[in-house]
């Protein structure tokens, strides 16, 4: 699919917040996969506010950006050191890491 880019309304990015993932997992799944043919998983950041279960978070924020707009380079580990921090701070961050593909 062709974006415009500078078409007025065009959106470049995209921030998504989804609750009750170990529930909606097939909802999940599918709702990223839509979004991932148009954009890329740009950013990830996990609320630490609810516990995870079934080794994935209940709660994760990802920012999705148009294909060109996310470079070659793959970041593996977060969250990441001054752009991240716990939604509830009395709490430890959750640390999500990920097998490089190269």
Not at 8 to 21: A, M, N, R, W
Request: hydrophobic fraction near 45%.
């Amino acid at each position: 699919m062709q974006i415009e880019r500078d078409k007025p309304g065009t959106f470049l990015g995209l921030v998504v917040e989804f609750h009750d993932i170990s529930d909606k997992e097939v909802d999940f799944i599918r709702v990223v996969k839509e979004i991932q043919s148009i954009f890329a998983i740009a950013h990830i950041h996990v609320n630490n506010c609810v516990p995870v279960s079934a080794d994935f978070p209940s709660v994760i924020e990802l920012s999705f950006a148009l294909r060109d707009l996310v470079g070659p380079g793959r970041v593996t580990k977060f969250p990441l050191d001054n752009l991240d921090f716990p939604n509830d701070p009395l709490l430890p961050d959750v640390f999500l890491t990920f097998q490089s593909s190269q």
